[in-house]
């Protein structure tokens, strides 16, 4: 099998499922991270959606003991597209999702407080192909969630090259 990539790894470790909690993933792709997840869920679940069916499929595949165990469930959806009612959610993870900072704040950002569950965190991750715009991206995503109500950390590691910024509703 081969290695576990070090940036799913990294937006995992920052995520710190627990056992019980509902996850949401944002744009899973190929179900990298969402195997990560799924490891720490005893009697939690995730619902991993992507825009793309083939990355669905592939995600599906690669989870396949977690969706019959009934702990995972992949779906093919954008996030605008999702219902309040899938949730709440303890945890919400995307990783590499740029909607979130290339974008101004609409109906995405609107939603995900719906999402959520109280005390629930928010988390975005990435790793742009330029290291130079790790700190750019955060204070941008930082300053459109607090303009939104959210309390932020933000979080750059040059060295991976990594930026996050964790989230927490306050209003």
Do not use: K
Not at 16 to 38: H, K, Q, S, Y
């Amino acid at each position: 099998m081969a290695a576990t990539p070090a940036r799913p790894t990294w937006a995992v470790d920052r995520l710190a499922p627990r056992p019980g909690d509902r996850v949401l993933e944002i744009g899973c792709g190929r179900g990298v991270a969402a195997e990560l997840i799924c490891r720490t869920l005893t009697d939690g679940t995730l619902l991993a959606v992507d825009r793309s069916a083939g990355a669905i499929r592939a995600a599906e595949a690669r989870n396949a003991a977690a969706v019959a165990a009934g702990r995972a469930t992949f779906r093919v959806a954008e996030l605008a597209a999702l219902d309040p009612a899938d949730g709440p959610f303890d945890r919400i993870l995307a990783v590499d999702v740029n909607l979130f900072w290339v974008r101004p704040p609409g109906v995405e950002y609107a939603l995900l407080p719906r999402l959520l569950a109280p005390g629930g965190e928010l988390h975005l991750c990435w790793q742009p192909p330029d290291a130079g715009r790790l700190t750019a991206i955060v204070e941008r995503v930082a300053a459109r969630l607090r303009e939104t109500g959210w309390a932020v950390e933000p979080a750059v590691r040059p060295d991976g090259p990594y930026c996050a910024v964790a989230a927490r509703r306050v209003r």
